[in-house]
């Protein structure tokens, strides 16, 4: 089973600052990692899959990067709104596994 | 717009089976381009898969949870459904059906989700 490993656990950010979020594979996954947001009592939204790739009307501020085993999601410029739970998501193999989540708090 | 609602009871008692319905609206469940599966969060944590299914009736379970899962789809009815047995408190949580496309690499990711149920297991 591929681990995904997500850090930090917590973030308290200002608005307009920027975040990064990273998440490690305990084995190398090639771009096959995806990002999700889930806001408080709601189900979880994709934001960018397959590392980087955008998703229709996910704000331009989102972004991802990475290969392999080493990946990050950024949020340029935060805004109020983005106050959730982050978490990523690994579909390389069977059983798919997700990170245990990145709560980002708004200051 | 294609929209996924899961239902069932809110409450199982331990030892018992675990029935959650998913039902597809606005597209075909029997479409090729998809999987349809089972996610779980327990309160506060983090998400599991459960297993997922192809309009086919091809499964693919989480070994941890495999020998307990199963997961079948209606075409006619445009759902699909899980039922989990033996249950116990630690499989208290809310449950999410999701789409995700069956042309990934090798896997997608979910890009649909139902808003979920919460399932608690209690005497």
């Known amino acids: 089973e591929i681990v995904l490993t997500q850090s930090p656990d917590f973030q308290s950010v200002t608005p307009k600052e920027k975040v990064t979020i990273t998440c490690r594979a305990s084995q190398s996954i090639g771009s096959s990692l995806h990002w999700y947001q889930q806001k408080p009592d709601q189900s979880p939204k994709l934001l960018i899959k397959?590392?980087?790739q955008s998703i229709s009307g996910v704000p331009s501020r989102f972004s991802g990067s990475g290969s392999g085993t080493d990946f990050t999601l950024t949020i340029n410029s935060l805004e109020a709104e983005d106050a959730a739970a982050y978490y990523c998501?690994?579909?390389?193999?069977?059983?798919?596994?997700f990170g245990g989540g990145t709560k980002v708090e708004i200051k | 717009q294609l929209q996924l609602q899961e239902s069932g009871p809110g409450l199982v008692k331990p030892s018992e089976t675990l029935s959650l319905t998913c039902t597809v609206s606005g597209g075909s469940i029997s479409s090729s381009s998809y999987y349809w599966g089972w996610i779980r969060q327990p309160p506060g944590k983090g998400l599991e898969w459960i297993g997922s299914i192809y309009y086919s009736g091809s499964t693919y379970y989480n070994p941890s949870l495999k020998s307990r899962v199963t997961i079948s789809v209606d075409t006619s009815k445009n759902q699909f459904s899980l039922k989990l047995s033996s249950v116990t408190a630690a499989d208290t949580a809310v449950y999410y059906c999701?789409?995700?496309?069956?042309?990934?690499?090798?896997?997608?990711?979910?890009?649909?989700w139902g808003q979920g149920t919460m399932v608690t297991v209690s005497s």
């Open positions: 999701a789409r995700h496309p069956a042309y990934g690499d090798p896997w997608d990711a979910f890009d649909i």
């Open positions: 998501h690994q579909s390389s193999s069977l059983p798919l596994t």
């Open positions: 397959y590392a980087s």
